[in-house]
């Protein structure tokens, strides 16, 4: 069975500080895993893919085979980064996890 | 382009009640998917569309839920009769292409109350 699993409903951080947004997937194939993200009052968009191997908005995530994981990262945390992100994996459909709260304080 | 067009997108009802929400997704997208998104669930997938056919609609929690699509820019998400377990924020998503690796556009959600 195909699962996402982030163990983090918030994740508060000062202004400037590192973040790790932790994602842990399930899945028996190849994984094709993606980070969306919701803005206040935006609508949830795509923040990154891992094939794409970019950075976006200072985000990073590599995709760990060994660990399962898919870890998003970003060095120095803005406060506009405050939002709702979700990982999510391509399989028959995208399988969303439940979504981490990172909220960014001065 | 205005992306994909959900309405109403607030809905307070009563137990009960049917509700209808609606979808138009963007021109050229194939690929239609209705989620619901609550804080103890999360996002979840109900039911997606490909081609204006249902795909997968093993995320529709029970037989009072029921969507169609009957042409390529329109959908609906029906619940019928409504309860109050059934308050969430409903989104709808296309994509183009039959893939799920494919980039979905989002709407901006109608969020239903049922009293």
């Known amino acids: 069975a195909q699962r996402v699993t982030q163990p983090e409903k918030l994740l508060s951080v000062f202004k400037g500080a590192p973040v790790e947004l932790k994602c842990n997937y399930s899945y028996s194939g190849s994984p094709e895993l993606f980070w969306y993200v919701q803005y206040s009052r935006q609508r949830l968009q795509l923040l990154l893919r891992h094939i794409s191997r970019e950075s976006i908005k200072g985000f990073t995530a590599d995709l760990n085979k060994g660990e399962t994981s898919f870890h998003l990262k970003k060095p120095f945390a803005q406060e506009e980064d405050s939002a709702m992100y979700y990982c999510a994996l391509s399989g028959r459909a995208l399988n969303f996890g439940k979504g981490t709260s990172l909220l960014v304080t001065p | 382009d205005a992306g994909v067009i959900q309405s109403p997108r607030h809905e307070v009802t009563e137990m009960g009640q049917e509700v209808t929400l609606r979808c138009k997704p963007i021109?050229?997208?194939?690929?239609l998917f209705w989620y619901r998104q609550t804080m103890m669930r999360g996002l979840e997938l109900l039911i997606y569309f490909n081609n204006n056919v249902p795909i997968d609609d093993s995320g529709m929690p029970e037989d009072r839920f029921s969507a169609k699509m009957p042409n390529a820019s329109f959908s609906t998400l029906k619940i019928q009769p409504s309860e109050p377990r059934d308050s969430a924020v409903y989104f709808c998503a296309s994509s183009r292409g039959a893939s799920s690796y494919n980039e979905q556009f989002f709407g901006p959600g109608t969020r239903l109350t049922v009293l």
């Open positions: 021109s050229g997208h194939n690929s």
